[in-house]
C-alpha cells in the first residue's frame, strides 16, 4: 500500500473546503431572490446540506493543519453573485445553475476519489457521501426544469468552466 502524498492531501481538504464555501454562497444567493417562493424550501435542503459538508471541511482544515486558500474573499463574493444573478433569470436558470456547478463537482469528487489511498479511507468516505448529495442535488435541478432554463446549454457551459478554473486556482492558491 502506498501514502497518500501530503501535497494531495492538502490540496484535496483545501479545494473542498473553498468548493463548499462556494457552494453555500450560491443558495444565499439564490435564496436572497426566491426567500417567499415555493423555491425557497428545495434550495434550503440543498443549502443545508452544503452547509454539513463544509463544516466536515473546515474541521478537517483545523484538524489536518491546511492553509485554507487565499481566495475565500473572492468566492464569498462570487458564489452569492453567480447564485443571485442566475435565480434573477428565474427558478430554471437557479436550477441550470445547481445541474452546471453539481455535474463539476462530480468529476473533481470522483478523480479525488481515485488519488487518494487506503491510507486516506476516512477523507475518501467523505467524499463518496458528499458526491452522492451533489448529485442529488443534480437530479433536484433536472427534476425542476434546470434543462428549459434560456441559453441552458451556454450557461451551464460558463458555469462549468468557471468551477473547473476555480477548482484550479483554489487547489494552489
Not at 433536472?142 to 486556482?169: N, T
Request: glycine share 6%.
Amino acid at each position: 500500500m502506498t501514502k497518500t502524498a501530503r501535497r494531495t492531501v492538502e490540496r484535496t481538504i483545501r479545494v473542498d473546503h473553498a468548493g463548499e464555501y462556494g457552494a453555500k454562497r450560491i443558495y444565499q444567493g439564490q435564496l436572497a431572490v426566491l426567500r417567499g417562493t415555493k423555491w425557497e424550501g428545495l434550495i434550503r435542503h440543498m443549502q443545508d446540506q452544503e452547509q454539513v459538508h463544509l463544516d466536515t471541511f473546515s474541521r478537517l482544515i483545523a484538524e489536518r493543519r491546511v492553509r485554507p486558500t487565499a481566495l475565500l474573499p473572492l468566492w464569498h463574493v462570487a458564489g452569492f453573485a453567480l447564485g443571485a444573478a442566475t435565480a434573477l433569470l428565474g427558478h430554471r436558470a437557479a436550477m441550470a445553475c445547481t445541474v452546471a456547478v453539481e455535474e463539476a463537482i462530480d468529476e473533481h469528487y470522483q478523480a479525488q476519489e481515485a488519488a487518494l489511498g487506503e491510507d486516506e479511507a476516512p477523507l475518501r468516505e467523505h467524499i463518496a457521501r458528499f458526491r452522492a448529495e451533489e448529485l442529488e442535488h443534480r437530479d433536484i435541478g433536472l427534476e425542476h426544469e434546470a434543462e428549459q432554463a434560456p441559453a441552458y446549454r451556454l450557461l451551464s457551459a460558463a458555469i462549468k468552466a468557471g468551477c473547473k478554473a476555480a477548482i484550479e486556482v483554489s487547489e494552489r492558491i
